[in-house]
């Protein structure tokens, strides 16, 4: 009778090492599902970083643009100020403004257009 039960036996304990060997597979395989997500997980706190980093990059420059269409460069009044002394530099010395003959309203005419190029030049700088 024993000799009967052995054949049973050996495919209990292979059912059994088989049901090991598929729960070990199991175990890995979850280990490294894990692994993956954590690595996913890292991956995406990196690029909200990144994101809200980007974002607060984009507001300055926002905010660096629109100062400077505004006329305010973090000087405060400078722009203005420049913009004031650029219109009376206009009002004084435009050759349209200024008599004098021909010859003279062409020479003026052109010694303001030297100024005003470089007025231009250093308003768009600043």
Known sequence: MPHDLLPYAVLFVLLLLGAYIYYLAIRSRESALTRDLRKCEIALEEAERSLQNASVLHANEVRRIKAGRTGTNGNGNTDAK????????????HPDVVGGDAAEREIRAEMF??????????????
Do not use: T
């Open 82 to 93: 420049f913009r004031r002394a650029k219109s009376a530099f206009a009002r004084l010395f």
């Open 113 to 126: 257009k030297q100024y005003w190029d470089e007025l231009e030049r250093i308003e768009h700088s600043v």
